[in-house]
């Protein structure tokens, strides 16, 4: 079994609809969780980035935690065409001097007009 | 500020060569870590250096392997490349190994 857990679609939704993405984990340890986002043939953007349960929220992006059901997710408000990428989730322990992030396989959206 | 970059872009090997990839990370970025990307696979973490220290190695043979310089640009090296090593390498900056790590759009690297 993997330590991340994440559906990889591909999850397709019309223009200006919310989107949901999850992952679960199996490591009581994780403590800080991040949103990346994807586009073909580029490096992972950092999308949001939190310590421990609860939620926080960025224009049309809110990332929630909750920790008792080892569960992360990311929504999407009002979702565009240039929302289209694959959104990785990924995630840490606490420090121990290093930084090593487990991904989730990432999930591909495809936002149509 | 400039992101982080990496050279080169795209690298076409032969099996049996070694291949060096660079990362230059944030100005005044200290951490650098390495991840591979594969479709079957995924992202999966390769190694960290801060302050020119190894300090954390992911499950990968010891044909890979990396260095940081002072000014905290990294460098990852692949000796006597396989095919199943072809993927996207992805180098990842930040401040210190507590921080929120920021990636470069990485080098895809085919191994033939």
């Known amino acids: 079994q993997k330590e991340v857990e994440q559906d990889p679609g591909p999850l397709s939704v019309p223009e200006g609809a919310i989107v949901s993405l999850n992952c679960t984990y199996s490591?009581?340890?994780?403590?800080?969780f991040m949103w990346y986002r994807q586009y073909s043939r580029k490096g992972p953007e950092l999308l949001m980035y939190?310590?421990?349960?609860g939620n926080k929220e960025d224009g049309r992006f809110t990332a929630q935690v909750d920790k008792s059901s080892k569960y992360i997710s990311l929504f999407i408000r009002d979702s565009q065409p240039s929302d289209s990428a694959t959104y990785l989730c990924?995630?840490?322990?606490?420090?121990?001097?290093?930084?090593?992030?487990?991904f989730g396989a990432g999930t591909r959206l495809a936002v149509h007009p | 500020k400039a992101g982080v970059t990496q050279t080169p872009r795209y690298l076409i090997k032969t099996r049996g060569q070694q291949v060096t990839l660079s990362c230059s990370p944030i100005s005044g970025h200290r951490s650098v870590s390495w991840y591979q990307q594969t479709p079957g696979q995924g992202l999966q973490f390769l190694f960290e250096?801060?302050?020119?220290?190894?300090?954390n190695k992911g499950n990968f043979p010891g044909r890979f392997s990396g260095r940081q310089f002072s000014n905290s640009r990294s460098e990852m090296n692949v000796s006597t490349l396989e095919l199943g090593d072809s993927a996207l390498y992805l180098c990842a900056s930040s401040l210190g190994t507590e921080n929120e790590q920021y990636f470069g759009p990485g080098t895809r690297l085919t191994v033939t």
């Open positions: 990924a995630m840490r322990g606490l420090s121990g001097g290093y930084n090593k992030l487990i």
């Open positions: 939190t310590y421990s349960s």
């Open positions: 250096y801060f302050s020119e220290t190894q300090r």
């Open positions: 490591n009581s340890a994780f403590q800080y």
